[in-house]
């Protein structure tokens, strides 16, 4: 059950990552808060799920808050989304994309995960539920 938990949790931080690293380069990382965009359900489930608050370590270890940008609906949070990485900045760090809206007209607003992959590989792709 705690491996299922920690998996848990680094599936909400991943693709929070994986959101921000595509997203243009953002005013909000100078000012030490981190802006994440998502349903209220996201914001939950990142800092008082089970598994307890994923987004700690994070915050001790650079010093940083984080503020949560929600919607109740899901194609409010794309709407948002899509828009802010259009733009050429944007206040948006981190948001939640569902695999059904990353398709190719989508994913042509965001950037390649190459650099970031090489810096820091993901240790065991092999844990992650890619189909």
């Not at 998996?7 to 808060?33: C, D, H, I, N, W």
């Not at 307890?52 to 010093?63: L, M, S, V, W, Y």
């Not at 949560?68 to 733009?87: I, Y």
């Not at 989508?106 to 995960?113: A, S, V, W």
């Amino acid at each position: 059950m705690m491996s299922q938990l920690l998996r848990r949790r680094f599936y909400a931080l991943a693709g929070a990552a994986a959101a921000s690293a595509l997203l243009p380069e953002s005013a909000s990382v100078q000012t030490k808060t981190l802006t994440a965009l998502g349903r209220r359900v996201h914001q939950t489930a990142a800092t008082a799920g089970p598994g307890g608050d994923a987004t700690e370590g994070f915050r001790k270890a650079n010093g940083a808050d984080v503020g949560w940008v929600t919607f109740g609906d899901v194609n409010a949070v794309h709407e948002r989304l899509l828009r802010e990485a259009s733009l050429p900045e944007t206040s948006i760090d981190v948001a939640y994309l569902v695999n059904g809206r990353a398709v190719p007209r989508n994913l042509q607003l965001f950037g390649p995960f190459d650099g970031l992959m090489k810096q820091e590989p993901v240790e065991a792709f092999d844990d992650l539920p890619l189909a």
